[in-house]
């Protein structure tokens, strides 16, 4: 690709012309001629702002940002205002507050009221005998109780819900703790991944550079990135069993089977539906330049099949027509939700049967796997599979088409999910029947070891298949790919099973002192929001990236920070509690080294791009 400056009355179309002019005019050059390149309607793409009309669908989702955006404002008012209220109101009551020689020899005040409010800190509390004879008064504190419309109106206070986010508190009594730090870290392996694969779109100087990197060893932790979406599985499937007997446990065994299903739609599709708004009336107007037909493109797709994406049925559709290629993760999850109850119920019953019932439908699932896999002599190393799908290569006439029929198809990936909620109920068993299981220091490590060794196998086994020939192809014969395909998730699933188990029952050492760090918790909330939109945030840099670029492991780790804090940050923006953010204490032990190396690593950076 190459750009060039022109006069702004010069048409595409006149651009086009003279180009193909200059080269048929010049022998040495006619064998040059102007390609289209995919997803764009002509060889030449200039650049305009806005390339789309401003039309009403932009209009009313603008409008209805703003009265979002109003309700969040008033809402923290009003909760600034009945907190003020409440000051006022303790301070005159200190005020009214008799003296010591008013009391009687039993201690009672004259017929005096006072209202304490132990959220405030700032108010140093009164003498334990008058607290103990003092009446709290709750509607006298806040004038009157709050009536339907400040409480709705108080549920969008920006203000309370980023307080309650940044808490980190609450959860680590009431939940098992690892998984905070497991969640994030792997919607940030997920992000590592798509950082690269996005990469070979059109504007990449260099994409030689992005081939020579995948069949390299440590890259393959790069390259085998999907492994992540198979944790997300796997906790989707451990928190879906467990917290559905702790429930149960607890209303002797019932369960509201609509609520079931209501409480997921709700929880999940309302923010899903606001992206997709978001892809389809501003995304278009977030930027411009000659790469950015691609977003008007992937926008597009939205614009025509949202309902794909809703009904959590887009996998079973191509997989360019799809709306945030991204989010066929939500689509399998939700299906796995809706046949959850085929296992939940004959556990609620047996527990055997309800074992057995997952295994077969394990086992099911990697018959199945495997079958696909060896009867189309598909390639299961990684980027090489999942690009090789994307460019159409046929390899010994057989399509590799890996991506559409194995990589985001339900069947495929239910096993992490199938052995999450296994692992979950026993977790449940063991937990509601204050089992302490208590193992010794030969099984411990034996545990951890071959959990290493399975781990190690599953991400960096696949460095044997690339050999000296192309990315694209595999040295592995038809029977290893079919074994590395159908059990790796298997294995990936067992490794986590064990992560969990250790960590919770005291075996894990120093890795669950870092998955329970409580910088975890407040992340751990915002996986979902950040995996919804960080594909759109690296296809929107890439998209309006002006120019070229040449790629680079230094280039590219700076843009990954980009992308995560973009991510991750967008919903935080409150002063005192950003501040206070238990996250910042172990970092602020840091600054003098962090202060003493920061130079040298940026030195390092820009002098080793290429």
């Known amino acids: 690709m190459y750009g060039v400056c022109v006069p702004n009355v010069c048409s595409d179309d006149q651009i086009v012309q003279y180009v193909d002019n200059l080269t048929q005019s010049i022998p040495e050059l006619q064998f040059l001629s102007l390609k ?19 039309d009403a669908g932009f209009i009313c989702f603008t409008v209805f940002c703003l009265i979002l955006a109003i309700l969040m404002l008033s809402g923290a008012a009003l909760d600034v205002f009945q907190k003020y209220k409440k000051r006022k109101m303790i301070k005159d009551s200190k005020l009214r507050l008799p003296s010591p020689k008013s ?43 709050p009536g339907l419309f400040q409480e709705v109106l108080l549920c969008f206070a920006f203000n309370r819900n980023l307080s309650k986010l940044l808490d980190t508190t609450v959860g680590q009594s009431q939940s098992i703790g690892c998984l905070h730090g497991i969640r994030v870290i792997s919607l940030t392996w997920v992000a590592l991944g798509h950082t690269f694969i996005f990469n070979f779109m059109p504007g990449t100087e260099n994409p030689s550079a992005l081939l020579d990197m995948i069949p390299s060893f440590f890259f393959q932790a790069v390259c085998n990135a ?24 607890k209303s002797n065994g019932k369960i509201s089977w609509l609520l079931f299903y209501f409480h997921r739609i709700w929880r999940i599709t309302p923010l899903y539906a606001f992206v997709i708004l978001f892809m389809i009336y501003h995304h278009p107007y977030f930027g411009d330049g000659p790469k950015w037909y691609q977003a008007i493109h992937f926008d597009s797709l939205c614009e025509q099949y949202w309902w794909r994406n809703l009904l959590y049925i887009n996998t079973y559709f191509p997989q360019a027509d799809m709306c945030m290629q991204w989010s066929w993760y939500l689509s399998c999850d939700m299906q796995f939700f809706i046949i959850s109850p085929l296992i939940l119920l004959p556990l609620i019953r047996s527990q055997t049967i309800g074992i057995l019932v997952a295994s077969v439908m394990l086992l099911a699932s990697l018959v199945v796997t495997g079958s696909l896999i060896g009867k189309n002599h598909l390639t ?28 985001i198809q339900p069947y495929t990936r239910i096993p992490a999910f199938l052995i999450g909620m296994i692992m979950g109920y026993i977790m449940f068993r063991q937990i509601s029947e204050h089992q302490r299981i208590r193992l010794s220091s030969i099984v411990v490590s034996g545990g951890w070891g071959l959990a290493f060794a399975v781990g190690i196998s599953v991400i960096y086994g696949t460095y044997t298949s690339y050999g000296d020939v192309s990315m694209f192809e595999s040295v592995w014969s038809n029977a290893v790919n079919v074994l590395y395909g159908t059990f790796s998730r298997l294995g990936w699933s067992l490794v986590l099973s064990w992560v969990v188990f250790a960590c919770y029952y005291g075996y894990g050492g120093w890795i669950n002192d870092f998955l329970c760090w409580s910088f975890w918790i407040p992340l751990s909330r915002l996986t979902y929001s950040a995996y919804l939109i960080h594909g759109l945030v690296i296809q929107t840099y890439y998209q309006a990236y002006p120019s070229s670029y040449r790629v680079s492991i230094s280039f590219i780790s700076g843009w990954i920070n980009d992308f995560l804090c ?13 501040l206070c953010w238990s996250f910042w204490i172990p970092l602020s032990r840091l600054t003098y080294s962090a202060y003493l190396i920061h130079g040298l690593v940026i030195q390092t950076y820009f002098e080793a791009l290429d």
């Open 36 to 54: 289209t390149p995919m997803f764009a309607d002509s060889p030449v793409i200039c650049q305009h702002f806005p390339q789309r009309t401003y």
């Open 103 to 145: 009391y009687g020899s039993t201690g009672e005040t004259n017929n005096v009221t006072m209202v304490t409010d132990s959220s405030l800190e700032e108010h140093k509390p009164l003498m334990d005998h008058e607290v103990q004879n003092i009446k709290s008064s709750p509607a006298e504190i806040a004038g009157s109780k």
């Open 226 to 249: 999907y492994s992540a979406v198979d944790t997300f599985f796997f906790m989707s499937g451990f928190l879906l069993s467990y917290v559905t007997f702790t429930r149960m446990a």
């Open 380 to 407: 299961t190393n990684g980027y090489g599979s999942i690009l090789g799908a994307d460019i159409g290569l046929s390899i010994n006439g057989y399509s590799k088409n890996y991506l559409e029929l194995v990589y």
């Open 566 to 578: 973009w991510s991750f940050w967008i919903p935080l923006s409150w002063i005192n509690d950003f």
